[in-house]
């Protein structure tokens, strides 16, 4: 086990010894060692011990507290930082020199780019009634790549952001086309989910967000000072890119659930426009996500380390 996570009312944590005991209405109902646990993921009423909080950062272990209207994080634990300040130092020249931060935000974009053609080519295997759709968004996110190579000298961050845009919308154009029409998923929207994809979509990027997040805090990087997302008030901008090229990962778990009928449309619930995953949608949810999230975390932790490298680089001048 990596994550933990409790959805249910009237849950409390108690520390045991090197053992978080879980109760509910005071009657004990199962145990997890310390040792197994990198993260924790809480939704609904829950409490715990004082004593917990500190052992959690004590061994690095993180905590993400979901809100209990829709997939936002409402509060997050992280353990102690990491002492390797040079990587800082170096993240913060790199925050303040466009010249240093294009280089990386390109290297972001195109994968990124490239992790959403592999998704629609992989599909169009699958569904060849979609082949007009799937191949001419693959065709338009060529054509932004090509344009990517070409003109690497010529590239600032305003002009990648737009080349990401329109990306987006060729894949989005595409991907949208692979859900059953009853679902309405026409594009991606936030805040209200109006629809089911939508509503995982955001509970998986919220989850990814928290592992980047914990993938900054362990490789000593800042959250909040990303190389392609701009400093923000209360944004974690590095955590951000850090998990832009894994998106349509994401996409691709959600298109799956769908697909497999492991999410159906009795999962979901309406409240005044918005949709939610009910209870035991999420159940099926955190499970799929769990038993799929290992290559992401590790594809996350090469990122950060990779990044904290270089930004060490570029602090000591190499």
Partial sequence: MNCLYLDQKNLEIKLDGETLVLYEDSVRKGSVPLHLLERIVMRGNVSMESRVLGVLSARNIGMLVLSGRNSDAVAT??????????????????????????????????????????????VLSLRSDLRHALTGAMQTLDGIMNQLCADSE????????????????AYFSGFTQLFAPSLKFSGRKKHPSPDPVNACLSLGYTLLLHDAAHTCHITGLDTMLGFYHDISFGRESLACDLMEPLRP????????????????????????GRCMLNKSGRKYFYGFYESHSGSARRLLRRYGYLLARRYQQIYSGV
């Fill in 154 to 169: 010529a590239l600032t961050l305003s002009s990648l952001r737009g080349f990401e845009g329109a990306a987006a919308s």
């Fill in 77 to 122: 634990l992280t353990g102690r930082t990491h002492n390797e300040s040079s990587r800082r130092l170096g993240q913060y020249r790199v925050s303040l020199d466009d010249g240093l931060r294009i280089p990386l935000a390109r290297w972001l974009v195109l994968v990124k780019i490239r992790a959403q053609k592999r998704l629609l080519r992989e």
């Fill in 249 to 272: 990962l994401i996409d691709h778990w959600v298109w799956q659930m769908f697909r497999d009928r492991t999410l159906r449309i009795e999962h979901f619930s309406d409240d005044n």
